[in-house]
Structures are given as structure tokens and as C-alpha cells.
Nanobody
Framework: QVQLVESGGGLVQAGDSLRLSCAAS????????AGWFRRAPGKEREFVAA????????DYADSVKGRFSISRDNAKNTLYLQMNSLKPEDTAVYYC????????????????WGQGTQVTVSS
């Protein structure tokens, strides 16, 4: 099975950018459909973005479309989330997730999860 470790979170100001990374180990990332989710304080975990096995297709939540970009480098076994024009409402713990089958937007469709990385956006 694959292990996932996120990095790149931090404290930024509104309008800034951050790039999150998710390093996979144990199995090659190309075997997995992958996505990013987030959980804000007091809220349920929500879908952010997803990407197919070789990056040929992507999907975004409406709240981040046009600001965030998901990508992957299978040679480096790494998933990325480029976040631009950050807003205070983007503040959350961000998780990467993976699954062998094509998954949609529900967290329970993903079998493997990282531990999360905190992103805080100040106004």
C-alpha cells in the first residue's frame, strides 16, 4: 500500500500563494488516482481537487476553480497543489488522498490518506 506525507503548509496573507506537496512511498504514485481535501475548523472534510493517474484529467471544487491547480510528477512520486490568490476561507488542514480506482468527490471513496498540513490565511 502507499504512504502519503504532505508538506508546504504555513501562514500566509490573503492574496498570497502556496504550493503543497504530497510525497508517496511504498508504491508508485502512478498506480493511484489522487486528490486533495481540506477540513476547516468545525466543518466536514471537503473535496478540493483530483487528478487522474497520469494527469490527463482534473477536477476542481467550484470554490477553488481558477485559483488552485493540481498536478503530479509520477517520476518523483509526488502530488502537488498550487494555491494562488488565497483567501481567509481557504484556511484549513489540507490532506492528500489516493485510491486505485477512479474516485469522485467523496472522502470515503479514497483508501489512503496523509496526515495533513495546516494552511492559515490571514486577512
Amino acid at each position: 500500500q502507499v504512504q502519503l506525507v504532505e508538506s508546504g503548509g504555513g501562514l500566509v496573507q490573503a492574496g498570497d500563494s502556496l504550493r503543497l506537496s504530497c510525497a508517496a512511498s511504498g508504491r508508485t504514485l502512478s498506480s493511484y488516482y489522487a486528490g486533495w481535501f481540506r477540513r476547516a475548523p468545525g466543518k466536514e472534510r471537503e473535496f478540493v481537487a483530483a487528478i487522474s493517474w497520469y494527469g490527463e484529467s482534473t477536477d476542481y471544487a467550484d470554490s477553488v476553480k481558477g485559483r488552485f491547480s493540481i498536478s503530479r510528477d509520477n517520476a518523483k512520486n509526488t502530488l502537488y497543489l498550487q494555491m494562488n490568490s488565497l483567501k481567509p476561507e481557504d484556511t484549513a488542514v489540507y490532506y492528500c488522498a489516493a485510491d486505485r480506482t477512479k474516485s469522485a468527490r467523496r472522502p470515503n471513496e479514497y483508501d489512503y490518506w496523509g496526515q495533513g498540513t495546516q494552511v492559515t490565511v490571514s486577512s
